[in-house]
């Protein structure tokens, strides 16, 4: 079974631009989770997606947004972007709901110069 | 809010030495997992644990669940240089909070 997917792995984009990065959960599960990790502030939720609707959310501003797609896949945009914003974004994955075992994908490494 | 503090930050030990690293909660948990994330990866579930006092092996690596529900630990026994990178902790409050994660452990281990 393949695991949890992100495209790009690697981004580098100017402040004030935008960003979308793409998650493809395990085949089977409906729950996507987003996390930033950063040195200074570690794992931090964003986000949870299950059956294209929103279900948790991180203390994050308005400018982070994501969406799910019927096949599970979900996307996150960050809009204007801030140099704060360059972190590792992390997606992962889950059967059902935050209840169950998360699976990591590799992460996109964003950098904003 | 909910708070998770890891310890020890940092670990360097002599191949074939035992390791253990904990996590304290301020606030009951219901869940804890340990993953280990590796250089520019993401991070790989180690163990998951569901109950008070429960103690779960994966090979050389043993985590327990502690009784009052605010802590749990990981052990390795006979380490490797494979074993090196950062340990993470994360705990969850209810069936649908998020998971909060400790600042990690990060092992060195001299061959």
């Known amino acids: 079974k393949a695991g949890v997917t992100q495209t790009p792995r690697y981004l580098i984009k100017t402040r004030g631009q935008q960003v979308t990065l793409s998650c493809s959960p395990i085949?089977?599960?409906?729950?996507v989770s987003w996390y930033q990790q950063t040195p200074g502030q570690g794992l931090q939720f964003l986000f949870e997606?299950?059956?294209?609707?929103?279900?948790n959310k991180g203390n994050f501003p308005g400018r982070f947004s994501g969406r799910q797609f019927s096949n599970s896949r979900s996307e996150m945009n960050v809009s204007t972007l801030e140099l704060g914003d360059s972190a590792l974004y992390l997606c992962?994955?889950?059967?059902?709901?935050?209840?169950?075992?998360?699976?990591f994908g590799p992460g996109t490494r964003l950098t904003v110069l | 809010g909910q708070q998770l503090n890891q310890s020890p930050q940092s670990m360097f030990i002599q191949e074939g030495e035992d390791v253990s690293m904990n996590c304290t909660s301020s606030?009951?948990?219901?869940?804890w997992l340990w993953y280990k994330q590796d250089p520019g990866e993401g991070p790989v579930l180690l163990i998951a644990?569901?109950?008070?006092?429960e103690l779960t092996s994966n090979g050389r690596l043993t985590a327990q669940f502690g009784i009052t529900r605010k802590d749990s630990f990981l052990n390795i026994s006979a380490s490797i240089p494979s074993d090196v990178g950062i340990y993470f902790c994360a705990g969850r409050g209810g069936s649908q909070g998020n998971l909060i994660f400790g600042k990690g452990t990060k092992l060195s281990v001299k061959p």
């Open positions: 644990l569901y109950k008070a006092g």
């Open positions: 992962a994955s889950s059967f059902s709901s935050l209840g169950d075992t998360q699976y």
């Open positions: 085949s089977g599960h409906r729950s």
């Open positions: 606030s009951i948990f219901n869940t």
């Open positions: 997606y299950f059956s294209e609707t929103q279900r």
